[in-house]
């Protein structure tokens, strides 16, 4: 099963909105990341945060880390049509060799 | 510094027939990772290399699909025979760290549609 399940499912924004995207997940976690997916191609990774962190800033993303209510947000400001994409979180469990869980994704259009 | 390379990257077969990926990973990464991606879902991982040895394939349907990483470079995974349950795009993805995902990259996936 799916670790990560994010929230909307489907998101669309005016360029230069901002969008703000949740994930939940059940399990304890080592980190979280997110990854996008532009059509017909492969993931790319955004951002990672540990279990220890509660907020990374990278660019125009920004990621919150909640622990106690398993979740996280991902908000990108001054969105762009370039950002139109799906949207993952995903998760892995403690110890080595743990395998990353994705979630179904979000998808992200911005409109011009 | 080059992405991860896979071909082919679409593929047609007919039901029952067998069908093959190949991956090559960014170089000096230790870890690799086949992924399964039906139209709708987030990645599932089939299976995860360390060199050429298994990490993880509890998720790959063993009567049909099998993998290989010789000399833990290069991968190739196999479909032998195709259902149409498996049309979906297959990823590759490496990472330099073993032991843990740590920061994963993505190949552009093949995707394969069985009739």
């Known amino acids: 099963s799916q670790q990560g399940e994010e929230d909307p499912q489907a998101l669309s924004i005016q360029e230069g909105e901002n969008a703000t995207m949740n994930c939940s997940y059940k399990t304890s976690i080592n980190n979280l990341q997110w990854y996008r997916q532009n059509s017909g191609r492969g993931l790319v990774h955004l951002i990672l945060i540990r279990s220890n962190e509660r907020e990374k800033h990278s660019g125009r993303l920004r990621v919150t880390l909640d622990t106690s209510k398993k979740s996280s947000s991902l908000l990108i400001t001054a969105s762009r049509a370039a950002d139109t994409a799906s949207y993952f979180c995903?998760?892995?469990?403690?110890?080595?060799?743990?395998?990353?869980?994705f979630g179904k994704g979000i998808t992200l259009s911005v409109r011009p | 510094e080059a992405g991860v390379a896979q071909s082919p990257r679409y593929k047609i077969i007919e039901k029952r027939q067998s069908v093959a990926f190949w991956c090559n990973p960014i170089?000096?990464?230790?870890?690799l990772y086949w992924y399964q991606q039906i139209l709708g879902q987030g990645p599932k991982l089939l299976i995860q290399?360390?060199?050429?040895?298994?990490?993880?394939d509890s998720q790959l349907p063993k009567d049909r699909f099998s993998a290989e990483r010789l000399k833990g470079v290069d991968s190739t995974l196999k479909i032998q025979p195709a259902k149409l349950e498996d049309s979906a795009v297959y990823l590759c993805?490496?990472?330099?760290?073993?032991?843990?995902?740590?920061?994963?990259?993505f190949g552009p996936g093949t995707r394969l549609t069985v009739l």
């Open positions: 290399f360390q060199n050429n040895g298994v990490v993880d």
């Open positions: 170089s000096g990464h230790a870890t």
């Open positions: 993805a490496s990472s330099f760290l073993a032991g843990g995902p740590g920061t994963q990259y």
């Open positions: 995903a998760t892995d469990g403690s110890g080595a060799n743990s395998k990353l869980t």
